[in-house]
């Protein structure tokens, strides 16, 4: 299901919550959500739909992939950029880094690790911020 795009910064501002397997619906309706953004979004987290948990949708070579309770665990090649994000107006210089290690969990609950270079790290990056409740 395609769900209202997110733009109160207090409640943006909130860390998420863990997700389980309960919020695998909230997944789904990211997925949605993403595609009917297409033309101007690359991912979303699970705030930015209305959900506090710890959920992200981003754009990866071959389509959108999803990710349940991420965490960087190593950062490397730091960079400063502009990023946009659908529940904020304008551009905002932030700094992000060229090279992450993920730990997360995938649509069976199982933890993976992976590690993502370029622009899906950039993605990555911003939408873990806001599972964290950080905002650019």
Known sequence: ?????????????????????????????????????????????ANIIGVSK???????????????????LKRSGPYHTEEGCLSLPGRRETKRYRSIKVEYQNEAFQTRWKTFTGFPAQIIQHEIDHCNGILI
């Open 1 to 45: 299901m395609v769900r209202p795009i997110m733009k109160d910064p207090i409640f943006l501002a909130q860390p998420s919550a863990p997700a389980t397997a309960e919020d695998l619906p909230v997944g789904q309706d990211l997925l949605d959500t993403l595609a009917a953004h297409a033309d101007g979004c690359v991912g979303m987290a």
């Open 54 to 72: 710890r959920i992200i949708v981003f754009l990866n070579e071959g389509g959108p992939s999803l990710m349940f309770n991420p965490k960087i």
